[in-house]
T-cell receptor, first 111, second 112 residues
Framework: DGGITQSPKYLFRKEGQNVTLSCEQN?????MYWYRQDPGQGLRLIYY???????QKGDIAEGYSVSREKKESFPLTVTSAQKNPTAFYLC??????????FGSGTQLSVL | EDQVTQSPEALRLQEGESSSLNCSYT??????LFWYRQDPGKGPEFLFT???AGEEKEKERLKATLTKKESFLHITAPKPEDSATYLC?????????????FGTGTRLKVLA
């Protein structure tokens, strides 16, 4: 079945530690996105990529980094510079300018 | 500034009690309006896309409509399994880059 796979489902970060969230899609979509979801707030865009080896900052990119070496993969690293990383992280993909398909999310918490 | 506002924030309905959720938007260069359903701890699931004023889409007990300023998600005779958060998003054409703007959602609880 085609879809988007995010892992892990739950992740804990110690202070000063970088952690990486995985996102893989087999939908052959060109565009991929990372969103952050906090209670009572809308989804906020962290980074997006429209083609391999290219990505752009979203509205809240500070403290995060990404790579897009393969069409299928778009990992997100939450760095130690992100001081408030506790949130639900969602990866999505789409054909350019079409509806978003979302993964099942990763809940990141700080120890 | 591009903005999407959903109301109400939360809604409790008795099973069978029909109602509507609202999504109002201000955006330049609207390309499409999307409705999603999100269950707790899961990713949003696509429901509908609307592209132009007057357009309507239906799926089971749900019907989405669009005007130039807002969209409604009508829920007819809801069941407890319709309980979820419903998200609205608009896609704007910003200087050739397609940007999605999400509302904060409406949490729907349907009581048996």
């Amino acid at each position: 079945d085609g879809g988007i796979t995010q892992s892990p489902k739950y992740l804990f970060r110690k202070e000063g530690q970088n952690v990486t969230l995985s996102c893989e899609q087999n939908l052959n979509h060109d565009a991929m996105y990372w969103y952050r979801q906090d209670p009572g707030q809308g989804l906020r865009l962290i980074y997006y990529s429209q083609i391999v080896n290219d990505f752009q900052k979203g509205d809240i990119a500070e403290g995060y980094s990404v790579s897009r070496e393969k069409k299928e993969s778009f990992p997100l690293t939450v760095t130690s510079a992100q001081k408030n990383p506790t949130a639900f992280y969602l990866c999505a993909s789409s054909w350019t300018a079409e509806k978003l398909f979302f993964g099942s999310g990763t809940q990141l918490s700080v120890l | 500034e591009d903005q999407v506002t959903q109301s109400p924030e939360a809604l409790r309905l008795q099973e069978g009690e029909s109602s509507s959720l609202n999504c109002s938007y201000t955006v330049s260069g609207l390309r499409g309006l999307f409705w999603y359903r999100q269950d707790p701890g899961k990713g949003p699931e696509f429901l509908f896309t609307l592209y132009s004023a007057g357009e309507e889409k239906e799926k089971e007990r749900l019907k989405a409509t669009l005007t130039k300023k807002e969209s409604f998600l009508h829920i007819t005779a809801p069941k407890p399994e319709d309980s979820a958060t419903y998200l609205c998003a608009v896609q704007a054409d910003t200087s050739g880059t397609y940007k999605y703007i999400f509302g904060t959602g409406t949490r729907l609880k349907v009581l048996a």
